[in-house]
């Protein structure tokens, strides 16, 4: 559910009171009210900017711009909400038979609308892209008998074989479709323009060349081969960008290509009058016989254009190689386990529930469960961890995983886009074509800009025009003119927040940070609060038993080996503790029967014929501790340890004393953290002993012990109010509550127990160190763009009054046009350069 404000045309009560029908009617509409007489707020389910404007549009009004967009919580709304609604939701298009090989825009500007042919946006104007063809399907072949062929896996019906996938044929991976159309035009433009320059620009630089060159011919034959060599410029090469001026006029989306636009056509339609028609000139246009022209002004102002949106689509290519990576790291193949039999088959073709088996030096296809054998996993490629793990049954294991050693039979669970690299693949995409907030800014600056630059550019005209006493005044008044319009095209402006977003989406998945959109990257750099759990993430999160403690005639060895046999059948992490120390024991016979679970206290059953009990303080009810019994429980919790009781027969034998070590790196983290200028708030379930301990023992400058979920919401909320700009880090499960509250919810773990969708930022690695990295990210990015904003207005705010000759009355300084192209590309360059200087940096 969104809360939409939009810039309308509406005007007074009268409009509001023709529209109020109408959207009261609309089922996606929840509630609205309108502000200042023309701003509409908008809660709706289903309903964008394009929708509202449909349904306004009836009363004869309309949306002028969406000025923001935010999710809203339903259970805010759920009493306003009495009908079906009807959930209407724009994704990126799927591949279908219909629309495989066909484009549509990143941006999604007309929802799921897809193209014919490659081509901009007519709305945004960025290059289309293409939905994948369809994958040609996987064939089966027998190795001894290849005419045996087959669509699904089997064996062979002449030798019994396992059939093996035939992969199809692939060539290497083509560039990127507008990159490759834009290098090819790049090349021709070069052919026309390097000779259109020589002609214009030699002769003038060059006295005695110039007089040779009149010597073969007249100025006005040296025209037209400009002309000539200016016309596929124009109309072929450098076409689209005319296309895309002419859409930005159209449809009132002013932007850079309206300036370059209008900028070219001037110069071209002038010097074309200037050659068919010089008697309508005065002789003060004229040199040589023969108007001046500008065809090289045309030709070099659409040449570097072409060059700067070459280096943006090859930067956008080389931000990408991450998710390149990441694609590449799929196997194609795996082997299956069915009739007894081991298959190799496609990917494709794995299903939920399949056994799959990952042999040494094999990547994991898919995710699941090892159901038996054992191996040494290069996870690196996922979480980041350079260090191999060893895994065995029971284990978790990930797609894109890296069997090192050993050989395991897993259990898939998680195939196709389930699995955790195909939501990393997905996740790193859409980051990479979001918007931040701070994107709007450079927006509306824009939108303002080319008018602006359109009107001064006029008002130069009309001031050298009938303003300037020497010779040539209209000359001067349409050259300075056309270099204002060019000088000031905010391409710069316009590549600044995208560029820096790009890249930093790319540099953040090198470190498993993945960030789900361009605004959590914002908001990652405001936060001044953050939320903490702290088992696996200020702790390891596997608890090892630290001492055993007898209160009792029994020994250590009787107490963890009762234990372990009440917990053996148990997922708990500190019953598999307890369990994995027994086992420095000699093995031991216990008969267990009517196991029982305590809810909120432990679990009891039968051993040997004794009730035994094994769990917290709540069980101590009937069996109260000494006082030197007392002081030895404060005394290990004191050191951070959790204990728990064990009872036979309701009197107490003695104690475990557990430890989840903190991690090494928790304590620079938070330092760290601190000198961010960002308070840290431990929140946990653990008890009030253990939770101290860590908290001191770490730095936090606040914690919570003994936290339900409902607890850490209520945290959240209560520091919002305050005034803060609160972060969560959990797990993504156990606190989806102040996840979702959070202005920003960031997921740690180990990129398997993990819901990615959960948060805004997830962090493969989850270690505290990481989520340092993931705000000296945002840090950077945001210094990033800023920079960026700077390199754009500095060229444009400084360049405008020179090309306009300001300094022409004190220093006899013009800007020719080509010299305002040649700062106007200089200005995109420069914010390129400085974005792609993300991607050496370190966090």
């Excluded at 945004?124 to 290849?146: F, N, Q, R, W």
């Excluded at 009739?339 to 990547?363: F, T």
């Excluded at 919810?745 to 990481?770: C, F, H, P, R, Y």
Aim: one cysteine or more; proline letters at 5%.
């Amino acid at each position: 559910m969104k809360e939409l404000i939009l810039d309308t045309s509406l005007g007074c009560k009268m409009c509001e009171a023709k529209v109020q029908p109408l959207l009261d009617a609309d089922p996606r509409v929840i509630e609205w009210e309108v502000k200042d007489g023309h701003i509409l707020r908008v809660v709706t389910e289903g309903a964008c900017q394009k929708c509202v404007n449909k349904i306004i549009g009836e009363a004869g009004y309309e949306v002028k711009e969406q000025l923001s967009s935010k999710d809203v919580d339903p259970k805010d709304y759920a009493h306003k909400i009495t009908h079906e609604i009807p959930k209407i939701e724009y994704e990126k298009p799927k591949v279908t038979a219909e629309n495989a090989g066909k484009y549509y825009c990143p941006m999604m500007c007309e929802g799921d609308k897809v193209y014919d042919d490659m081509g901009d946006c007519p709305v945004c104007g960025m290059p289309l892209e293409k939905i994948p063809e369809p994958k040609p399907a996987v064939k089966y072949s027998c190795p001894m008998h290849p005419e045996v062929e087959s669509d699904e896996p089997g064996d062979c019906p002449k030798c019994g074989m396992p059939l093996e996938p035939v992969m199809p044929e692939t060539s290497e991976e083509e560039e990127n479709e507008a990159y490759t159309d834009m290098k090819r035009r790049f090349r021709l433009s070069l052919l026309f323009t390097v000779p259109v320059a020589l002609i214009a620009m030699l002769g003038h630089i060059i006295p005695s060349i110039h007089h040779q060159m009149l010597s073969m011919m007249s100025q006005t034959a040296w025209n037209g081969i400009q002309f000539v060599l200016t016309i596929p410029m124009v109309f072929y090469t450098g076409w689209i960008f005319m296309k895309r001026a002419y859409s930005s006029i159209i449809t009132r989306n002013f932007n850079m290509w309206t300036l370059i636009g209008i900028g070219t056509v001037v110069a071209f339609v002038f010097s074309v009058f200037a050659l068919f028609f010089p008697t309508i000139f005065p002789e003060q246009f004229k040199s040589n016989g023969a108007v001046d022209v500008y065809f090289e002004a045309t030709c070099i102002i659409l040449l570097l254009v072409m060059l700067g949106q070459l280096m943006e689509l090859r930067a956008h290519s080389k931000t990408n190689s991450a998710l390149k990576a990441l694609l590449q790291w799929a196997p194609p193949t795996a082997t299956v386990i069915r009739n007894d039999k081991d298959l190799v088959v496609a990917v494709e073709h794995i299903e939920k529930g399949d056994k799959v088996r990952v042999k040494p030096g094999e990547k994991v296809a898919v995710d699941g469960i090892i159901l038996e054998g054992y191996g040494t996993v290069d996870a690196s490629m996922i979480t980041g961890e350079p260090i191999p793990q060893e895994v065995k049954e029971g284990d978790k294991v990930s797609s894109g995983m890296i069997n090192t050693n050993g050989s395991f039979i897993m259990n898939a669970e998680k195939v196709g886009g389930e699995t955790l690299l195909s939501k990393v693949i997905d996740m790193v995409n859409d980051a990479s074509r979001s918007r931040a907030p701070i994107q709007k800014v450079a927006d509306q600056i824009a939108k303002y800009f080319v008018p602006i630059v359109v009107s001064v550019s006029i008002l130069t005209f009309l001031i050298w025009l009938f303003f300037y006493n020497g010779e040539n005044a209209a000359v001067y008044a349409l050259v300075n003119a056309v270099a204002v319009l060019l000088i000031a095209c905010p391409c710069a402006l316009g590549l600044a927040t995208p560029m820096s977003i790009m890249v930093g989406t790319g540099k953040g998945a090198e470190y498993g940070i993945l960030v789900k959109d361009a605004e959590s990257l914002q908001q990652l750099n405001d936060v001044d609060m953050l939320m903490i759990d702290k088992t696996g993430t200020l702790t390891e999160g596997k608890p090892s038993v630290h001492q055993v403690i007898s209160f009792s005639d029994w020994e250590d060895e009787e107490i963890i080996k009762t234990a372990a046999a009440l917990d053996k059948n148990s997922d708990h992490p500190l019953a598999k503790a307890i369990v994995k120390a027994s086992k420095e024991f000699s093995d031991a016979q216990y008969e267990v029967s009517d196991y029982r679970y305590l809810i909120g206290k432990g679990s009891e059953a039968i051993v040997n014929n004794h009730k035994i009990q094994l769990g917290n303080h709540k069980l101590l009810s009937k069996s109260i501790l000494n006082d030197q019994q007392f002081k030895e429980i404060e005394k290990q919790q004191a050191k951070g340890a959790t204990v728990v009781y064990l009872l036979q027969d309701d009197q107490i034998k003695g104690a475990i004393s557990l430890i989840d070590p903190v991690k090494p790196t928790a304590i620079k983290a938070v330092a760290d953290l601190h000198k961010r200028g960002i308070k840290v708030m431990m929140l946990t379930g653990d008890n009030q002993q253990t939770a101290k301990f860590v908290a001191e023992h770490v730095g936090v400058d606040e914690y919570q012990a003994e936290c339900m979920p409902e607890d850490k919401l209520e945290k959240v909320k209560e520091y919002q109010a305050k005034g803060f700009t609160v972060a969560m880090a959990g797990d993504g499960i156990n606190d989806a509550p102040a996840l979702t509250q959070a202005n920003i919810g960031i997921a740690m773990g180990d990129g398997t127990d993990i819901a990615i969708q959960s948060a805004e930022v997830t962090l493969l690695k989850g270690d505290i160190s990481n989520l340092v990295k993931a705000f000296k990210l945002g840090d950077k990015v945001m210094r990033n763009i800023k920079e960026n904003l700077v390199f754009a207005f500095f060229y444009n705010v400084l360049g405008v009054p020179i090309a306009a000759g300001v300094l022409f009355p004190f220093f006899g300084i013009l800007l020719s046009p080509m010299l305002a192209t040649l700062a106007m590309s200089f200005s995109s360059v420069s914010v390129i350069t400085n974005a792609l200087r993300l991607r050496s940096s370190k966090l």
